[in-house]
T-cell receptor, first 115, second 112 residues
Framework: AQSVTQLGSHVSVSEGALVLLRCNYSSSVPPYLFWYVQYPNQGLQLLLKYTSAATLVKGINGFEAEFKKSETSFHLTKPSAHMSDAAEYFCAVSESPNTGNQFYFGTGTSLTVIP | EPEVTQTPSHQVTQMGQEVILRCVPISNHLYFYWYRQILGQKVEFLVSFYNNEISEKSEIFDDQFSVERPDGSNFTLKIRSTKLEDSAMYFC??????????FGEGSRLTVL
């Protein structure tokens, strides 16, 4: 069985400050891990994905995430928050996305950026 | 850039009515999905579809739900007799084999 846990349903940071959104996963097989972003009234957009290559993954808009097997974590970071980063962020895990297996999503973290 | 499109963007219906949500996946994609998101809750998997049949479904996807790919381009989700608890945002997604799900903007269903 697979699942993800996102710690902190709401995170607030000042503009220019570090963004850290936490995700821990549970998987019985080597996982494929994803971060999606959802802006208001829009669908989910892929930020980045880990598919067993480099453990530090760089995504769009300056975001990156590091896969740490020993900690079963895949935290999302950005060195300097921008107002446009305010959105809902979802971590997801899949057993084998290339064969159509379902994605399991976390409950999401709402990021607020304070000017 | 190709995208997944969903219609309607918002539908209001009376409890017990049938609802059909429509999706046009990206044209060369092979796997199709429906997810839903009840307000304030996580994105939940409903069903996946491949090669014209359901490949996986969740406990949520009971006999009231059905999916169809009637014409090779549309992918529909039907709810036969809607309940209040079916009120949610329904997302269609598709993928080829890249390991990335492409989502539509969602259809908001409100059941009164």
């Amino acid at each position: 069985a697979q699942s993800v846990t996102q710690l902190g349903s709401h995170v607030s940071v000042s503009e220019g400050a570090l963004v850290l959104l936490r995700c821990n996963y549970s998987s019985s097989v080597p996982p494929y891990l994803f971060w999606y972003v959802q802006y208001p009234n829009q669908g989910l957009q892929l930020l980045l994905k880990y598919t067993s290559a480099a453990t530090l993954v760089k995504g769009i808009n300056g975001f990156e995430a590091e896969f740490k097997k020993s900690e079963t974590s895949f935290h999302l970071t950005k060195p300097s928050a921008h107002m446009s980063d305010a959105a809902e962020y979802f971590c997801a895990v899949s057993e084998s996305p290339n064969t159509g297996n379902q994605f399991y999503f976390g409950t999401g973290t709402s990021l607020t950026v304070i000017p | 850039e190709p995208e997944v499109t969903q219609t309607p963007s918002h539908q209001v219906t009376q409890m017990g009515q049938e609802v059909i949500l429509r999706c046009v996946p990206i044209s060369n994609h092979l796997y199709f999905y429906w997810y839903r998101q009840i307000l304030g809750q996580k994105v939940e998997f409903l069903v996946s579809f491949y090669n014209n049949e359901i490949s996986e479904k969740s406990e949520i996807f009971d006999d009231q739900f059905s999916v169809e790919r009637p014409d090779g381009s549309n992918f529909t989700l039907k709810i036969r007799s809607t309940k209040l608890e079916d009120s949610a945002m329904y997302f269609c997604a598709s993928t080829r084999t890249s390991g990335e799900l492409f989502f539509g903007e969602g259809s908001r269903l409100t059941v009164l």
